[in-house]
């Protein structure tokens, strides 16, 4: 029997509340009911005073794309126990972004669904600790909505250390390591951290020799972490696709849809519809390929060189997608945990769940016969798994559309049209709100004075006049945007939290350029 290597030391734990709570008893109100019975007022006071099971899982951010900053020696903890169930993150210098608060992230297991806070303490310990609600606008600029954590896929994991997949630390990343437990001993908030001496040794990281002789494996902390925060995504995933009244006669396609290897969906649908769901199915492809390409660019980066031990599982989504978009009507946008958002990359690590297993699991427990077939799959033209499943669809489908006709089919899944020229006599704000770029919306969500600097990016002409003023560190807020833009940004890189594409980066440069423009001759006149 294969066993599995212990990343750290059993610890043993004290009477006091902190230490007896495991991670699974540990939420967010046993942290509040801790901050308030202890009147805790630093981030300091509050590492030490969690539970041993949450300081014993994290992982360490480097190179930080979220409100928290970091670096090599003062790096973004990520502390998330032994089922990420809640997750908690702070940061170490106090010249760093967001030193002052920590971020929380808790996974409601009776609604299937993930809860952001964060919580600021004074800077002089005097003051009020606020607490924010949960999935508030600063919360949900970044997680979106239905929020969802904002991780990353393998076997790549950029800015964290332990980055690659099956493989120790580069020499940059053991630098930055060694000045960080030269540090971390001494330091108030890092102290509390149980077994960050492992971070340092590359067993932590990848089997040595002598333990893959043993049949001992070893899963590194950002692996760990994704494979829970997959199990819990899916989770949330099925539960909201189950609430909707369409699922139950959904329940066959969609399974096929998300194994891909039973022939094509249309087949799925009764007869009389297959040729339009056909056609539809063709336009939600064609108005997926850009995002599609992203995304293979993406995942094939990450794998440049790196051990491929994943599931792939991100190319087969389109056919899913369009179901679950066409038959049930929910946004597919929020699936991914991926930094590259709108990617939908389901890449996960050995021992995670898939959403199609989960979903055999679930049409399984009415259809017996389904299991059996699955057990005995011969994977030929005249599979009886997959004319099972044909047959069930249809037959079920059938059933559902004599009692409610197919609705029209929402803009993500409607044919592709061509898009409408620009009229050069039109005024021109209404010209720049036809030309509007893919991901302005996001600079809009991020920038309303909660989250980033109040920017008027959803008003045109409030905007071309304030591109031309200001004085930011690159310039006027033009000059500012556009570097942020640039690649050269790094951690600075606007949209926050997207990797965009060489194309979508200049489209965003023109359209603030072209603004830009018309803001400088309205101010000479």
Known sequence: MRRSRALYLSLCLGVALSATASASQFGFESMRGLIESRGIKSVDELIAALPADLRSHYTLVFASRSLQGATPANPRVILFGSDAEFVLTFNGAPTERGSSAVETMEFDARNNNFQFREIQ????KGGPVTISEANSARCVACHGQPARPVWDTPPFWPGVYGERY???????EAQGMRAFLALQQRDARYRSLLGAAAFGQRETYVASARAVY?????TSPNAQLSALLTRLNIRSILSEMASR????AHRYVLLAAAEGSCGPLPEYYPASIRDQIADELRGFRRMNAGTDRLQAAAVAARLTGRNGRVQRGAAGLDDLRFVVERNLGLSTQQWTLALERNTYDASAPEGAPTLAQVLFERV????EELRGLHAYRSFTSDDRYCEHLRRQSVRALEAWYSAHPLPAAPASVARLEPSPSRDPDAPSSQNLVASKPEFLDRCTSCHTGQVGPFIPFADPGALAQRLVQGNYPHGRLLDEILYRLAPEAGAQSMPRGITISAAQRRRLEDYFLDLGQGGATRSAL
């Open 166 to 172: 099956g493989a120790g630390l580069s020499a940059a």
């Open 245 to 248: 009244p369409a699922f139950d």
């Open 214 to 218: 043993n049949g001992v494996s070893t």
């Open 364 to 367: 399984g427990l009415t259809d």
């Open 121 to 124: 303490f004074p800077a002089d």
